[in-house]
């Protein structure tokens, strides 16, 4: 199993700053790391995450804005969030997963923190 523990998170004015923290704990070698969010009625959707060491992907409402890093070492991944706007504002999820081959096919399986609301407002 994997235990997923997120820091950071609060509020901020538009055009602010924050950075989000997870590590991931337990004996599952993950593939990749990330950060979701939902927001109140909204389905929950990728914000960032990092295959392996380096390989990041973002959301396009996020691109160029936030800044996602993964530390394989310490087991952690951090989201550094600028230029943040009123939609931005969500819980924020932190993802991990692992994958298998069985058979021909790859078996996922996924790991969520708990949680933190980022909330964006004047």
């Known amino acids: 199993q994997v235990q997923l523990v997120e820091s950071g998170g609060g509020s901020v004015q538009p055009g602010g700053s924050l950075r989000l923290s997870c590590e991931a704990s337990g004996s599952v070698r993950l593939n990749g790391m990330g950060w979701y969010r939902q927001a109140p009625g909204k389905k929950r959707e990728l914000v960032a995450g990092v295959i392996g060491r380096d390989s990041a992907n973002y959301a396009d409402s996020v691109t160029g804005r936030f800044s996602i890093s993964r530390d394989l070492a310490k087991n952690t991944v951090v989201l550094q969030m600028n230029s943040l706007k009123p939609e931005d504002t969500a819980v924020y999820y932190c993802?991990?997963?692992?994958?298998?081959?069985?058979?021909?096919?790859?078996?996922?399986?996924?790991?969520w923190g708990k949680g933190t609301l980022v909330t964006v407002s004047s």
């Open positions: 993802n991990a997963y692992s994958e298998v081959i069985q058979g021909l096919m790859p078996l996922r399986t996924d790991y």
